[in-house]
């Protein structure tokens, strides 16, 4: 048994995440925790709104302008869309606790309309947001 | 031989009555964020061009505030949880999980005693 010790450390290692193709249960897995930790960053940029708007007409302006650049509203679609996502899929993981949904075919299915449904939802508040929809507390 | 404690023995419980206090807390909270994240995607949309005025005013509203104030601690909370898991999976030297584990805590404490403070000051104590 030990009496080639190269060939044995030559044998194929488990297969890993670089080596399969990812199954949609596997994405929306690993996306779900990754928004999860990117809206971290969320509540912190959330609560410096709190703290610009309690601060004072300046730093609430400087908040504003901040947002208002094309990289600051690439930011906050990245946050939009990673709450939707993280909501939808967490609605998906909830039915899971109750037990519904762990067919392969269910739990493919519940994975596209998340990934879909998150789009649509961050799309479309931004979408309803350029095209003046927003606004309506003046 | 029993590696057990004489309280540990008393008390009878094996490793239960705590194991699920996480998992738990996490779904709770989960769900109670569900409509109040609706209702910020409903008030940042309506927020868009405010003026700072326009801003204050919303906030000074009792229960957008009170709404406001249980996101972010309710938010905050759910994110502890969820950071606690993700550094115990993917951090395996104990030094430096611990050192990640008071981060989160003192993130998290930070950003409530914040938030706390700029919505006292919004609606005026």
């Given at each position: 048994?030990?009496?080639?010790p ?9 297969p ?30 959330l ?47 909830l ?44 | ?32 964020l ?16 405010a ?13 957008n505030?009170v709404?406001?104030a ?41 950003l ?14």
């Amino acid at each position: 048994m030990a009496e080639n010790p190269q060939k044995l450390a030559a044998r194929p290692l488990s297969p890993f995440v670089t080596i399969f193709r990812w199954p949609i249960t596997m994405a929306t897995s690993i996306v779900h925790r990754a928004t999860g930790v990117g809206l971290a960053g969320g509540l912190l940029v959330l609560v410096w709104w709190l703290v610009a708007a309690a601060s004072g007409p300046e730093a609430y302006g400087f908040f504003i302008d901040i947002v208002q650049t094309t990289l600051g509203q690439l930011v906050l679609f990245g946050f939009a869309w990673a709450l939707a996502f993280h909501a939808v899929n967490g609605v998906r993981h909830l039915a899971w606790d109750l037990g519904y949904g762990f067919t392969v075919k269910t739990a493919d299915l519940t994975g596209i309309v998340v990934i879909v449904l998150s789009l649509v939802l961050a799309i479309g508040v931004f979408v309803l947001a350029y095209t003046g929809h927003g606004g309506y507390y003046q | 031989m029993s590696l057990e404690t004489p309280l540990h023995k008393a008390q009878g419980m094996g490793s239960a009555h705590s194991g699920v206090s996480h998992f738990w807390k996490q779904r709770v909270t989960a769900v109670a964020l569900l409509p109040l994240a609706l209702w910020l995607a409903i008030s940042a949309l309506g927020l868009i061009g405010a003026s700072y005025a326009g801003v204050l005013t919303f906030l000074n509203n009792p229960v957008n505030a009170v709404l406001m104030a249980a996101f972010v601690l309710i938010g905050l909370y759910h994110m502890v949880l969820g950071l606690q898991e993700v550094i115990l999976d993917y951090v395996p030297h104990p030094g430096f999980r611990f050192f990640l584990m008071l981060v989160n805590y003192t993130f998290a404490i930070a950003l409530a005693a914040a938030s706390i403070f700029a919505l006292l000051r919004i609606v005026g104590f």
